[in-house]
C-alpha cells in the first residue's frame, strides 16, 4: 500500500490535530504515572513500623526511671543504648547511668568500641586510666567534674566519698562493648595468671572465679 504524502491544506490540518492529541494524550499518561509514583513512594499503614513510639516521645528517655541492667551492693549500672532507645540506631550514641555505693568500685575495664565520657552529678570518685604510651594517671572528680576516657584504655572508677556518687556516662558507639578485669580472669586458664605472677597454683586457687563479669562490685569489708 502506497502512503499518501502529498502536503494538501486538508492534509496539513489533519496532521495538526493528530499531533495536538498525541501530545495531550502523552501528557495525560505522565500526570497519571508521576502520580501514581508518588502515591506508591508512599508508606501505607501497615508498612509504618509497629514498634516505633509516639512522635512526642521519639527523642525523649527517662533514664532516671530505667531499671538496673547490673545491680549489686556496691552500685548499679543502667543502660540506654539502641535496644532500648531506638533513635539511637546508626547515631554511635549512648548513655549509661552510674551509681557507686560509697567504696563501691566500677571495676578494671576497657572499651574495645568506643570512648567514654564521664560526668559526675554527684558523689565524690577516683578514677584511674590506663595508657598505653605513657604513665598511669590517677586523680579525683567531685560534682561537676568530667573525665575521657580514649578507646580502648584500660580504666577503673572508685567511690572515695562519703555518700552515692551518680555518674552519666556517654559512650560514641551505640551499643558499647565491655570487657572487665573478672571477665578475664573467669575465662582465661588459671595457670596463665599464676604463670604470668610467679604464684603458686594453690594460691590463685583461693581466688574463686566469678561466673559472670561482675562491672560493679562492693567495698571490702
Known amino acids: 500500500m502506497e502512503l499518501n504524502t502529498e502536503s494538501t491544506p486538508a492534509n496539513l490540518s489533519s496532521r495538526r490535530e493528530l499531533i495536538k492529541l498525541a501530545v495531550a494524550i502523552g501528557a495525560g499518561v505522565a500526570m497519571g504515572v508521576g502520580a501514581a509514583s508518588a502515591q506508591s513512594s508512599k508508606p501505607s499503614a501497615s508498612e509504618t513500623p509497629v514498634s516505633s513510639p509516639p512522635a512526642a516521645s521519639r527523642f525523649k528517655f527517662q533514664l532516671g526511671n530505667l531499671k538496673p541492667a547490673v545491680d549489686t551492693k556496691g552500685g548499679s549500672v543502667a543502660e540506654c543504648d539502641k535496644r532500648n532507645f531506638p533513635v539511637l540506631q546508626g547515631g554511635e550514641a549512648a548513655i549509661f547511668l552510674l551509681k557507686l555505693a560509697p567504696g563501691g568500685l566500677r571495676e578494671p575495664h576497657w572499651h574495645p568500641n568506643c570512648w567514654e565520657l564521664d560526668h559526675v552529678v554527684s558523689g565524690k570518685v577516683e578514677m584511674t586510666i590506663i595508657s598505653p604510651d605513657g604513665p598511669v594517671e590517677t586523680f579525683t572528680l567531685e560534682a561537676g567534674d568530667v573525665a575521657f576516657v580514649?578507646?580502648?584504655?584500660?580504666?577503673?572508677i572508685l567511690n572515695v566519698g562519703?555518700?552515692?556518687?551518680?555518674?552519666?556516662?556517654?559512650?560514641?558507639?551505640?551499643?558499647p562493648s565491655d570487657i572487665g578485669l573478672s571477665t578475664m580472669y573467669a575465662?582465661?586458664?588459671?595457670?596463665?595468671?599464676?604463670?604470668?605472677?610467679g604464684v603458686d597454683k594453690s594460691k590463685m586457687a583461693d581466688i574463686p572465679r566469678p561466673p559472670k563479669t561482675l562491672f560493679v562490685v562492693p567495698k571490702v569489708p
Not at 575465662?187 to 605472677?197: A, D, K, R, V, W
Request: charged share 10%.
Open 162 to 175: 562519703d555518700g552515692e556518687a551518680v555518674i552519666p556516662i556517654v559512650f560514641n558507639n551505640s551499643l
Open 187 to 197: 575465662e582465661f586458664p588459671t595457670g596463665q595468671f599464676t604463670q604470668t605472677f
Open 150 to 156: 580514649p578507646q580502648g584504655y584500660a580504666h577503673s
